[in-house]
């Protein structure tokens, strides 16, 4: 893998904290992970992992969505194979036990079915590396208008096919189709943090949230309800029915290696945040 990735002008290397981390010319590449919480009767219980890219030129962070926008196609597929490989080995500190991760998979660097195969192949390996289940593996697919709905579709195939588990993401961050997104027959469908919040601010709003969590429950498709800020957003969210929250007010995303066996402690403490074993 580190070979291929050389040879695309990448350079793996471990960090002085000993994660794993990439160089793509000038900008650092470095992993996060936030947890995602699944409601629970009264109860919040961190179940797995979101993989966050992190890019740094020098000791200045760059908006991650500004460094992906600037990549050429081509460059993105190969940065997204080289990002997916640092995240995997990177679980590899996550506590025994809570190693379920969502990664993020952008569809048009899936448009070549040589690149496709390459990268499963390779992702492939990496778990193996680690000891993660496919079934422990949600990949998060953003779901966009200019996207063609059959070749979604064949992409959600080729990942299920592997045993994967597949998210929409930023469900209402612009073009929002719940039919569209049912028909491509996801697990869970991550929504868009700024219109969560929006909506969880008035009581239409969070009426017009539970019926949007309960029409996707009736196709069998969880939710997540992302970006989280505050406690009484928390609080609302649960009211949803949401099978999932995430957000700061729960926890804020960690450079890896972080700390993440002391949030699981505290999980064990605590019994609002007792950690279980199964996604399901």
């Known amino acids: 893998m580190e070979n291929a990735l050389r040879a695309q002008g990448v350079h793996i290397f471990e960090t002085s904290a000993g994660a794993v981390a990439a160089v793509d010319e000038l900008v650092v590449l470095q992993s ?12 919040m219980e961190p179940v797995a ?19 992906f926008d600037d990549l050429e196609r081509e460059r993105l597929g190969a940065i997204e194979q080289v990002v997916r490989h640092i995240h995997v080995r990177n ?21 070549s079915p040589a690149r496709i195969e390459q990268d499963l192949r390779l992702l492939g390996a990496d778990l193996r590396a680690i000891g993660i289940s496919p079934a422990d593996l949600v990949c998060e697919i953003t779901e966009q208008q200019e996207h063609a709905e059959e070749a979604l579709k064949d992409v959600v195939y080729l990942l299920r096919a592997r045993g994967y588990r597949i998210a929409v993401d930023d469900f209402g961050a612009g073009f929002a189709d719940p039919g569209r997104v049912a028909r491509l027959t996801p697990d869970i469908v991550k ?19 539970g ?6 429950g009736r ?62």
């Open 32 to 43: 996060a992970f936030q947890p995602v919480f699944r409601c629970r009767r009264d109860r």
């Open 211 to 216: 019926r949007l969590v309960e029409a996707f």
């Open 219 to 280: 196709d069998g498709i969880q939710c997540v309800l992302e970006g989280l800020e505050t406690l009484e957003q928390v609080e609302r969210a649960r009211r949803t029915g949401a099978h999932f929250l995430q957000g700061f007010a729960l926890a804020p995303p960690q450079l890896a290696p972080g700390e993440f066996a002391s949030l699981i402690a505290a999980g064990r403490r605590h019994p609002e945040l007792r950690l279980v074993k199964s996604f399901r």
């Open 191 to 209: 929504v868009d943090g700024a219109l969560v919040r929006r909506h969880l601010a008035t009581p239409e709003g969070c009426v017009e949230l």
């Open 91 to 111: 679980a590899a500190h996550l506590p025994r036990g809570a190693r379920r991760l969502f990664l993020n998979f952008h569809p048009s660097a899936f448009e």
């Open 49 to 67: 992992f979101e993989a966050l890219a992190r890019p740094f030129r020098g000791a200045s962070p760059l908006p991650p969505e500004r460094y």
